[in-house]
C-alpha cells in the first residue's frame, strides 16, 4: 500500500500491482492495463459473469430467464435493467433452480430439467434463457445437455447460457456469453431464406426508461423503422428477425461488437457505431445513419431534424452551463462508450473532468479518452473503492457521475451524485435526455447541502470550500 496521498506526474495506485490500470492524460507513456481479469483482494466495482450476461439478455421481454443457481443470484439480478416494454412483461419475473447443499453434493441437473418442465407447463414462453452461475459451473453441472433434451422434449427454445462466474474475474466474458446465446437463437433454419429490407437493427440499445422508443421516433421522422433493438423492448419472434436488415447500428460497444461483427460475417449486414448520449453525439449519429441511405429525402428529413431540436434545447442548456461553468466533475461508468458521451458533455457545459474511468473499456477506448480529456486527468480502469475516494478527494470533486455502487462513497464524502447506471428509469439519450442530464448535473453539483457536509482535506480547508 503507498503512504503518499500526493499525485505524481503517473497517478499512484492505492495496490501496487494497480499502478499500470491508472494513468495521467497528458503525462503517462504507456498504454493503460486493461480488459483482464479483476485483481485478486481488490474489492472490484465491476460485476461477475453471470450479471454481465444478465443485462443483456434481460430485457427480451417474452422469454423465460432461468438462473441455475443459489436463490442469491436471481434475487441480485431480478429486473436489473431499468427497461421499458411495450408487449409481455414476462422478463419480470425471475426464476431459479434454488440450488441447495444437496444440489452441491449430488448434482442440480435434474433438478433444472424439472424446472424446465415447470415453466413451460405453467408459461409456455417461445424460449428459455438457462443462466450457469458459479455454484453450478464449480460442480459441473451440464446444462448444455439438459437444455438440448429439455428442447427436443418440448420442441421449444432452451438456451445455455454458459455465465459461470469462475470462468473469468471480469464482466465482459458475460457480455460475450449473451452474445453467443443471442447468435444460437436468431440463427435462421436449415434451408431458410433471409430476404433483406430497409430497416436497421440497434445493437447495445436496452430501452432504458423507453430510450429506445425515442430514437424510434427520431429515425422514423427521417424516414427509417427500427427492425428489433438488441435487446430493449425485443420479442424473440422479432429477434429471430434481425438477419434480413440492412444495417446495424452499435451503441453499447462493449456488449455488442462481438455481435455486430458475427452478424456482418455470417449475414453481410455492415454495422456502425452510434451514441445517442448528448446533443453533438444524438445529432452526428443520425447524421451517419442518413449518409448510410444516401436518400436526398432522409437527408433533409435529418437535416431539418437536428436543426429543430438543437434550438429548442439550446436555452436550456445555456442555462445550466451559466451555473456549472468551472465545477469539477469525475465519471466511472461500466462502459467506454457512455463515458466518452459524458465527457464530451460535461466540457459542453463549461466542466472540468479530472478523473475519468470504466469498468470494461479497451485500450482503444481509453486512447479515445486521453485524446479529448486536459492534461492531469486520472484516467483509471477497473477501480477499487479505496482509490476512487483517493482521488476523489485529492482532485476535489464537486460530483460524479457513475453507478448504483459509486452513489454511496460519493454521498458520503460530501460530494454530488449523477446517477448513469443500467436500472435508471430517467431517459438520458437524446436531445430532450441531454436537457435532463445537465438538470440533475446542475441540482446536485450546485444544492447547498454539500457546504455542510464537505469532507476535510488532510492539510488544508473542507473539500470544495
Given at each position: 500500500m503507498e503512504e503518499s496521498c500526493t499525485l505524481s506526474p503517473a497517478a499512484t495506485a492505492c495496490i501496487a500491482e494497480r499502478q499500470d490500470s491508472i494513468l495521467t492524460a497528458g503525462k503517462s507513456r504507456s498504454r493503460i492495463h486493461c480488459t483482464t481479469d479483476s485483481l485478486a483482494g481488490s474489492v472490484s466495482q465491476r460485476a461477475c459473469v453471470f450479471c454481465g450476461a444478465r443485462v443483456v439478455l434481460n430485457p427480451v421481454t417474452d422469454a423465460v430467464h432461468l438462473v441455475h443457481g443459489p436463490i442469491g443470484c436471481a434475487t441480485y439480478t431480478m429486473d436489473i435493467r431499468g427497461s421499458l416494454s411495450s408487449g409481455s412483461e414476462l422478463f419480470r419475473t425471475s426464476f431459479s433452480t434454488d440450488m441447495k447443499e444437496k444440489d452441491v453434493i449430488f448434482g442440480g441437473e435434474k433438478k433444472l430439467a424439472a424446472c424446465i418442465d415447470e415453466?413451460?407447463?405453467?408459461?409456455?414462453?417461445?424460449?428459455?434463457?438457462?443462466?450457469?452461475?458459479?455454484?453450478?459451473?464449480?460442480?459441473?453441472?451440464?446444462?448444455?445437455?439438459?437444455?438440448?433434451?429439455?428442447?427436443?422434449?418440448?420442441?421449444?427454445?432452451?438456451?445455455?447460457?454458459?455465465?459461470?462466474g469462475f470462468i473469468s474475474g471480469n464482466k465482459v466474458v458475460g457480455y460475450r456469453a449473451a452474445a453467443e446465446a443471442l447468435l444460437k437463437l436468431i440463427r435462421p433454419k436449415e434451408g431458410e431464406i433471409i430476404e433483406k429490407n430497409r430497416k436497421v437493427n440497434f445493437l447495445g440499445e436496452y430501452n432504458l426508461a423507453?430510450?429506445?422508443?425515442?430514437?424510434?421516433?427520431?429515425?422514423?421522422?427521417?424516414?427509417?423503422?427500427?427492425?428489433?433493438?438488441?435487446?430493449?423492448?425485443?420479442?424473440?419472434?422479432?429477434?429471430?428477425?434481425?438477419?434480413?436488415?440492412?444495417?446495424?447500428?452499435?451503441?453499447?460497444?462493449?456488449?455488442?461488437?462481438?455481435?455486430?461483427?458475427?452478424?456482418?460475417?455470417?449475414?453481410?449486414?455492415?454495422?456502425?457505431?452510434?451514441?445517442?448520449?448528448?446533443?453533438?453525439?444524438?445529432?452526428e449519429s443520425l447524421k451517419k445513419i442518413a449518409a448510410f441511405y444516401d436518400d436526398p429525402t432522409i437527408t433533409e428529413r435529418t437535416e431539418a431534424l437536428i436543426a429543430r431540436e438543437m434550438a429548442r434545447i439550446r436555452p436550456e442548456i445555456e442555462k445550466y452551463r451559466?451555473?456549472?461553468?468551472?465545477?469539477?466533475?469525475?465519471?466511472?461508468?461500466?462502459?467506454?462508450?457512455?463515458?466518452?458521451?459524458?465527457?464530451?458533455?460535461?466540457?459542453?457545459?463549461?466542466?472540468?473532468?479530472?478523473?475519468?474511468?470504466?469498468?470494461?473499456?479497451?485500450?482503444?477506448?481509453?486512447?479515445?479518452?486521453?485524446?479529448?480529456?486536459?492534461?492531469?486527468?486520472?484516467?483509471?480502469?477497473?477501480?477499487?473503492?479505496?482509490?476512487?475516494?483517493?482521488?476523489l478527494l485529492e482532485k476535489h470533486v464537486d460530483v460524479m457521475i457513475g453507478g448504483v455502487k459509486e452513489r454511496f462513497l460519493a454521498y458520503k464524502l460530501g460530494i454530488g451524485f449523477v446517477d448513469h447506471n443500467h436500472d435508471r428509469k430517467d431517459g438520458l439519450a437524446g436531445f430532450d435526455g441531454a436537457v435532463r442530464f445537465a438538470r440533475e448535473v446542475c441540482l446536485t453539483t450546485c444544492s447547498p447541502v454539500w457546504k455542510s457536509l464537505r469532507t476535510p482535506v488532510p492539510g488544508g480547508s473542507a473539500h470544495g470550500q
Open positions: 415453466v413451460v407447463e405453467k408459461y409456455h414462453p417461445p424460449a428459455i434463457f438457462v443462466y450457469a452461475t458459479c455454484v453450478s459451473g464449480m460442480i459441473g453441472d451440464d446444462i448444455v445437455a439438459v437444455c438440448k433434451a429439455a428442447s427436443a422434449r418440448h420442441h421449444t427454445e432452451v438456451i445455455p447460457v454458459e455465465s459461470s423507453g430510450e429506445m422508443w425515442l430514437a424510434r421516433r427520431y429515425l422514423a421522422e427521417m424516414g427509417i423503422e427500427i427492425n428489433v433493438a438488441f435487446t430493449g423492448d425485443s420479442s424473440v419472434a422479432a429477434l429471430k428477425k434481425a438477419p434480413s436488415s440492412c444495417l446495424n447500428l452499435v451503441q453499447c460497444t462493449g456488449s455488442m461488437h462481438w455481435v455486430a461483427t458475427n452478424l456482418e460475417r455470417t449475414f453481410g449486414t455492415p454495422y456502425m457505431d452510434v451514441n445517442f448520449f448528448g446533443p453533438e453525439n444524438t445529432a451559466n451555473k456549472l461553468r468551472g465545477k469539477r466533475a469525475a465519471i466511472y461508468l461500466g462502459g467506454a462508450y457512455k463515458a466518452i458521451a459524458i465527457i464530451r458533455q460535461l466540457r459542453g457545459l463549461g466542466m472540468e473532468i479530472v478523473l475519468s474511468g470504466t469498468q470494461t473499456g479497451n485500450v482503444d477506448e481509453y486512447e479515445s479518452m486521453s485524446r479529448i480529456l486536459s492534461e492531469g486527468t486520472i484516467i483509471i480502469d477497473d477501480a477499487n473503492p479505496a482509490e476512487l475516494e483517493k482521488f
